[in-house]
């Protein structure tokens, strides 16, 4: 059996032992919730937060090289993205700040007038 995709973190592929623990626990939590909301659907907060609190920090030492590559992968996505932010805000914020400083000279101007009259 081949690693499957964490059905949490969908970027971390997981042993096959560790996908049967997981799914267990998620199939458990999805049960919970169904008894208390026969509508239920999603995945619960209840297995997001077994993930993040228990179950990666436990499997952490296992996982650490996807981790990293992922942590690696995020940090080019910011940078992709903040170049693509100031392309298309950078112009707006200039012109806003254009905007600012004129109207704070204009309203410097009339405040001058008023106090020389």
Same mark, same amino acid.
């Given at each position: 059996?081949?690693?499957?995709?964490?059905?949490?973190? @969908?970027?971390?592929?997981?042993?096959?032992?560790?996908?049967?623990?997981?799914?267990?626990?998620?199939?458990?939590?999805?049960?919970?919730?169904?008894?208390?909301?026969?509508?239920?659907?999603?995945?619960?907060?209840?297995?997001?937060?077994?993930?993040?609190?228990?179950?990666?920090?436990?499997?952490?030492?296992?996982?650490?090289?996807?981790?990293?590559?992922?942590?690696?992968?995020?940090?080019?996505?910011? @940078?992709?993205?903040?170049?693509?932010?100031?392309?298309?805000?950078?112009?707006?914020?200039?012109?806003?700040?254009?905007?600012?400083?004129?109207?704070?000279?204009?309203?410097?101007?009339?405040?001058?007038?008023?106090?020389?009259?």
């Amino acid at each position: 059996m081949l690693s499957r995709p964490h059905p949490c973190l @969908g970027w971390l592929h997981i042993s096959p032992a560790d996908t049967r623990r997981v799914m267990d626990r998620l199939l458990a939590e999805r049960d919970a919730a169904l008894e208390v909301d026969p509508t239920f659907s999603g995945m619960p907060q209840s297995f997001i937060d077994w993930t993040w609190h228990t179950w990666l920090p436990s499997h952490l030492h296992r996982y650490e090289k996807q981790v990293e590559a992922h942590m690696l992968y995020l940090d080019s996505k910011i @940078g992709t993205l903040n170049s693509e932010l100031e392309k298309r805000v950078g112009g707006v914020l200039d012109d806003r700040d254009a905007a600012a400083d004129l109207r704070d000279r204009l309203q410097r101007e009339l405040d001058a007038r008023e106090m020389a009259s």
